[in-house]
C-alpha cells in the first residue's frame, strides 16, 4: 500500500524483503525457514548475515546509487531482536555481524509495527486456519516473542530520529493511515 501510494507520487523506489531479497537470498531463506532440523543458533546468526551482505551489496547499495528509495520488509534491526535478544547472543557479537554484513548502512526510517505477542499468536494460528504456509521462526515461544518485541523497543527508545512506533492492533486501513502520515511527514509530501 505504500508503495503504491509513493509511485503514484512519482518516487523511483523498489521493495525488498530480508531474508530472501536476492536470488541467493530466496534460497537461503527457504533452505533456513523450510528445514526441519535443528540448527544452531551461530549457524542462524550467520546465514541471516550471509543473506543481508548479498542484499546490501548487490540490490540496496546500487539502487541508492541510482537515487531510487528502498523499503525493505525487515532489515539489521531483525537480526538484531531476533538472533541477538531472541536466541541470547551478546550485543558486542551480534553488532559486528551486523556491522560486517551492512559494512554499515543504516535505515533513515525505520516503522516498527507493534503487537501485543498474544495477538499476533492469535493472528498467526488464524492465518494457519486458513492455509498460509507457516515456517519455523512461527513456532517459537511466547517468553523468546517478548524478548524480540522488547529489543525492538529498545533500539527504537535508543533511536527515536529514525524509529517511528506504529501500533498494529488496529484495522488495516488506520495502520495504512498512520504509516502515509509518518511517511509524508518524513519525505515532507502529502498524502
Not at 521493495?15 to 527457504?30: C, H, I, S
Not at 551489496?57 to 531476533?82: C, H, M, N, Q, W
Not at 548502512?105 to 503487537?115: A, G, M, V
Request: proline share 4%.
Amino acid at each position: 500500500m505504500l508503495t503504491g501510494a509513493l509511485r503514484e507520487r512519482g518516487f523511483d523506489l523498489i521493495t525488498t524483503q530480508e531474508p530472501g531479497g536476492t536470488p541467493l537470498g530466496r534460497r537461503l531463506r527457504n533452505a533456513f525457514l523450510e528445514t526441519e532440523e535443528t540448527v544452531a543458533p551461530m549457524a542462524e546468526l550467520l546465514l541471516f548475515a550471509a543473506d543481508r551482505a548479498q542484499h546490501v551489496e548487490l540490490l540496496i547499495k546500487p539502487a541508492l546509487a541510482a537515487g531510487r528509495v528502498v523499503i525493505s520488509d525487515r532489515y539489521a534491526d531483525a537480526t538484531f531482536a531476533y538472533q541477538g535478544a531472541g536466541r541470547g547472543f551478546n550485543e558486542k557479537t551480534v553488532d559486528q555481524v551486523i556491522n560486517l554484513a551492512t559494512d554499515g548502512l543504516k535505515p533513515d526510517l525505520t516503522l516498527f509495527f507493534d503487537i501485543p505477542i498474544s495477538t499476533a499468536i492469535g493472528r498467526r494460528r488464524a492465518r494457519g486456519e486458513a492455509g498460509e504456509t507457516s515456517n519455523r521462526m512461527d513456532f517459537e515461544t511466547t517468553e523468546f516473542y517478548e524478548r524480540v518485541r522488547a529489543a525492538y523497543l529498545d533500539v527504537a527508545n535508543k533511536e527515536p530520529k529514525r524509529y517511528r512506533i506504529i501500533d498494529a492492533t488496529g484495522s488495516v486501513d488506520q495502520i495504512q493511515r498512520d504509516v502515509l502520515e509518518i511517511v509524508s511527514t518524513y519525505l515532507k509530501i502529502g498524502f
